[in-house]
């Protein structure tokens, strides 16, 4: 069948990634290898700029080298939300008491924007069958549209530990993303494309 696949790109990272020595991943070769035998038609990946930490300053350009990765990927677009950082108080932990003022940093925009991208595509015949690389419950809506309106199967290729309870009843199958496949769709060390070589982080 005809895939268009809809990646989450934070889930993805905090579910199966992070922690991992499988960060500079391939992800059309994991659905290619996840999906053998559908057609994979476009991956959209869905993501936000992140900012220097002052423990971390060069986790942007570490990001900003693997979305050049990505973009190696022919049929492959990438759609930017936007991180919202802001001062705010918290209570402390028990047995403490009292409050502490903490940076909060906020993705925004992924969910909303795969799930408007997930349903114009369905309108549009763009696809026979939506992937969803993605646990979170708040796309329910869009893929009960998919499924019930426009009579689209949807599949979920899960990057955390268990499937959504909520989300398990509406799609056709799940499979799991686990540490093998990860492992095995890793890009090559060096890449080039039109501005020239680059190569993976260090660390990663």
């Known amino acids: 069948m005809k895939a268009n696949v809809y990646i989450d790109g934070f889930n993805l990272y905090y579910g199966a990634i992070r922690g991992t020595p499988y960060r500079w991943l391939n992800v059309a070769a994991m659905c290619r290898l996840l999906l053998p035998h559908d057609d994979i038609n476009r991956i959209k990946y869905f993501t936000a700029l992140v900012g220097p930490r002052p423990n971390d300053p060069d986790q942007p350009a570490r990001q900003q080298a693997f979305l050049r990765a990505l973009r190696t990927i022919p049929n492959l677009s990438i759609t930017l939300g936007t991180f919202l950082t802001h001062e705010i108080m918290m209570p402390l932990?028990?047995?403490?008491t009292g409050f502490a003022r903490v940076i909060k940093t906020e993705e925004k925009g992924s969910d909303v924007n795969l799930a408007t991208e997930l349903l114009v595509d369905g309108f549009n015949n763009d696809y026979e069958v939506a992937i969803i690389v993605s646990n979170d419950s708040d796309l329910l809506m869009p893929i009960q549209v998919v499924t019930r309106t426009l009579g689209k199967p949807v599949g979920l290729l899960n990057p955390h530990k268990h499937?959504?309870?909520t989300l398990l009843p509406h799609v056709k199958?799940?499979?799991?993303?686990?540490?093998?496949?990860?492992?095995?769709?890793?890009?090559p060390t060096t890449l080039t494309d039109a501005q020239g070589t680059f190569s993976k982080p260090m660390g990663w």
Do not use: E
């Not at 199958?173 to 890009?187: D, E, M, N, P, Y």
């Open 93 to 96: 932990a028990p047995p403490q």
């Open 163 to 165: 499937p959504s309870v």
């Open 173 to 187: 199958f799940v499979k799991q993303i686990r540490a093998g496949v990860l492992s095995k769709c890793q890009f």
